[in-house]
Each structure stands twice: as structure tokens, then as C-alpha cells.
């Protein structure tokens, strides 16, 4: 788990992410290419190459070699641990914390069992 938020954490590598899930399959060169012409990276490809070890290492990428040509492709089943160790439905939702802290989702609304004279009063 802690390499998988480890290789989550960084930008440039949920770039590379980002990237690999719009379009599976690329080359170290199309990765670099697309993170320069759409994101303004422009880190070495040996960087970009270590960023994809990381996520390989983490399980997100698995890479597989064709002739001269190495593609990456996306994985997101690790992913599904994250979820499994904090559910979303483990957590309330805004609009119930909202409700349990001032009765109401509107941020500017008097808090309940207050008046709206008492609004911006010190008590």
C-alpha cells in the first residue's frame, strides 16, 4: 500500500497516469511528447523512464516489449485496495455533515437555533 500512495503522490507521475489512461500503450517517446505538447513537462526521458518504474513497481504500469519498441499500458486494479481500505461509503456525505454541524448546505445561512440579526454578531 505504501508504495502505491507513494507512486500516487507525485504530479508528474499522475500526469504520466492521466496520459496512460486516456490512451494505453505508448512509448517512452509518445509519453514525453504528449507530457511536453499538452502539460508543459519537459523532464529528461531518462526521468520519465524512472517515474514509469515507479508506477510499475507500484503495479499501475506493466510494460511489454514488441521488437525495438517498449509500450506502457495502464493498470488500475491496484487502485481498487485504496477503496477497499477507505470505502466512500464509510464516510457522510458534505450535505449530511452540513446538516449535523448548522442544519443547513448553504454556507451564508444562519446557523440553526441562531437568528439571521445574529449573523456576523460576536455573542
Same mark, same amino acid.
Given at each position: 500500500?505504501?508504495e502505491?500512495?507513494k507512486?500516487?503522490?507525485?504530479p508528474?507521475r499522475?500526469?504520466?497516469?492521466d496520459?496512460?489512461?486516456?490512451r494505453t500503450? /505508448?512509448?517512452?517517446?509518445?509519453i514525453?511528447?504528449?507530457?511536453?505538447a499538452?502539460?508543459g513537462?519537459t523532464p529528461?526521458?531518462q526521468?520519465?523512464? /524512472?517515474?514509469?518504474?515507479?508506477?510499475?513497481?507500484?503495479?499501475?504500469?506493466?510494460?511489454?516489449?514488441s521488437?525495438?519498441?517498449?509500450?506502457h499500458?495502464?493498470?488500475?486494479?491496484?487502485?481498487?485496495?485504496?477503496?477497499?481500505?477507505?470505502?466512500?461509503?464509510?464516510?457522510?456525505?458534505?450535505?449530511?455533515?452540513?446538516?449535523?454541524?448548522?442544519?443547513?448546505?448553504?454556507?451564508?445561512a444562519?446557523?440553526?437555533?441562531?437568528?439571521?440579526?445574529s449573523?456576523?454578531?460576536?455573542?
Amino acid at each position: 500500500m505504501e508504495e502505491l500512495l507513494k507512486a500516487l503522490a507525485d504530479p508528474t507521475r499522475a500526469v504520466i497516469l492521466d496520459e496512460l489512461v486516456e490512451r494505453t500503450g /505508448q512509448t517512452l517517446f509518445e509519453i514525453c511528447n504528449r507530457l511536453s505538447a499538452r502539460h508543459g513537462i519537459t523532464p529528461s526521458r531518462q526521468a520519465i523512464s /524512472q517515474h514509469l518504474a515507479v508506477l510499475e513497481s507500484a503495479g499501475l504500469v506493466r510494460s511489454e516489449r514488441s521488437g525495438r519498441y517498449k509500450f506502457h499500458y495502464v493498470d488500475t486494479a491496484p487502485l481498487r485496495r485504496i477503496a477497499e481500505r477507505w470505502p466512500e461509503a464509510a464516510r457522510p456525505s458534505a450535505v449530511n455533515e452540513a446538516e449535523a454541524i448548522g442544519g443547513t448546505t448553504d454556507p451564508g445561512a444562519p446557523r440553526a437555533g441562531t437568528s439571521s440579526s445574529s449573523k456576523g454578531k460576536m455573542p
